[in-house]
């Protein structure tokens, strides 16, 4: 409880702080309209752009004009979001997109989109599924009175209803970064700016590899933190329904009838956190640095100049979230829904005793079970996310 109360108030001086910055790269930087989160408290949706700008805003958006709609700069770094260690704060000349409550980014993974804002995901999910008709048992009848001939049905248990899983957490193991945007146009990093490379070698002398982020999920926040899990498990528990008539079948076409019974069937299954993803090699500027080239940053509006979108369709980046590496891989694993693995579960021993038919021949032994196959849904178990366009600056840099 205390550190619930310590991260409480981190987040909300945090956000006081963020308030006293202007908010002027805000405006035309998030997209609203069908499919899109509404705007925050204190904007509109511009219906010629389908972008948020404030209530008081007169200018218009530009496809790729700055906040006012005017060109953007030589770098377009407007509308440019680098990282941050949290411990680091905000540096001057720059806002935190990602410590409020009411940023879109706040405590949300990062998605590479070719537009800024749509948001999805959940925390956990369930399965459910159901149990159909089943008669044969795994073991073998019992023949007391010396006849053959006879198969290894049960009584027939009907189809049972739907039913559903526990529900577990799918967030995948992440770190915490804090994400930054210039107030104005910079040609210049702060000293602790984290941006992404494709390459394993740092840019130049002026950045080091960010170690902590490695084997992480990327997700923006507002203080220090980790979190998450490699895996998750489900666990089921349902009873079949009850059987009730007696259907083995013998050679001399007795059908001997059975005692009522029926058969609870339990289990688990675990499955990897592991949204589509592409591994990212992180540079930390151990000094303030002019931009380098080759440099990947995120966007709130798709960059001109020297800039190339690798998340728009069919890019590298398209809908993959970021995971730190030493090496980067642009080849996705995961997938954004997963399909439990087991097709079958074996039951609990009949909660009766079976009867025998004149003729002493037998149905079932005593205590039989059954193999049930068991079809789980399909559910989406990407965690809570927000989509960004992400960029490469030329080799050359800035102009």
């Known amino acids: 409880m205390y ?6 108030t981190l987040i909300a001086l945090l ?6 910055y202007s908010s002027r790269a805000v405006d035309c930087a998030v997209r609203c309209g069908a499919g899109a989160q509404p705007c925050a408290s204190g904007f509109r949706c511009d219906g010629t752009s389908g972008l948020c700008v404030g209530e ?29 260690d949290p411990s680091d704060g905000v540096p001057a000349g720059w806002t935190c997109v990602s410590c409020a409550p009411s940023d879109l980014l706040f405590e949300r993974f990062v998605v590479g989109s070719d ?16 149990t ?13 009175g010396g006849m053959g001939n006879f198969d290894n049905s049960d009584t027939l248990h009907a189809a049972g209803p739907v039913a559903s899983t526990t529900s577990a957490s799918h967030l995948p193991r992440y770190n915490d970064l804090m994400l930054i945007q210039p107030l104005a146009a910079v040609t210049e990093l702060p000293k602790g700016a984290i941006i992404m490379i494709d390459t394993p070698a740092v840019p130049n002398s002026a950045f080091s590899v960010y170690t902590s982020q490695q084997g992480l999920y990327i997700r923006a926040g507002a203080v220090t933190g980790t979190g998450g899990a490699s895996d998750h498990t489900h666990t089921f528990d349902v009873v079949l329904p009850n059987a009730v008539s007696g259907q083995a079948t013998f050679g001399v076409g007795t059908t001997p009838a059975a005692k009522p019974h029926n058969h609870r069937v339990q289990g688990s299954f675990t499955s990897p956190n592991d ?10 500027a151990t000094e303030p640095t002019p931009l380098p080239g080759n440099a990947v940053a995120f966007f709130a509006m798709t ?8 998340s728009g369709p069919g890019g590298p980046l398209a809908k993959q979230f970021l995971k730190g590496a030493l090496s980067p891989s642009f080849t996705s694993p995961g997938s954004t829904a997963r399909d439990p693995g087991p097709g079958s579960a074996p039951s609990g021993p009949a909660t009766a005793s079976d009867t025998y038919a004149a003729g002493a021949f037998s149905t079932q032994p005593e205590g039989h079970t059954h193999l049930v196959p068991i079809t789980f849904s399909v559910e989406d178990v990407r965690p809570p996310y927000t989509e960004v366009i992400i960029a490469k600056l030329a080799p050359a840099g800035c102009p």
């Open 56 to 84: 008081g805003f007169t200018g218009t958006c530009g496809g790729d004009g700055g906040p006012g709609g005017e060109p953007q700069s030589a770098c377009a770094t407007e509308q440019m979001i680098v990282m941050m």
């Open 3 to 8: 550190d619930e109360r310590v991260r409480a």
């Open 275 to 284: 949204p589509a993803h592409v591994q990212i090699v992180l540079a930390q």
């Open 115 to 130: 537009a800024f804002g749509a948001q999805g995901g959940s925390m956990a999910h369930a399965h459910t599924f159901t």
């Open 15 to 20: 956000s006081s702080l963020a308030s006293c």
């Open 303 to 310: 960059p001109g100049g020297p800039w190339t979108v690798l």
């Open 132 to 144: 159909p008709a089943v008669s044969n048992a795994l073991e073998q009848p019992v023949n007391i």
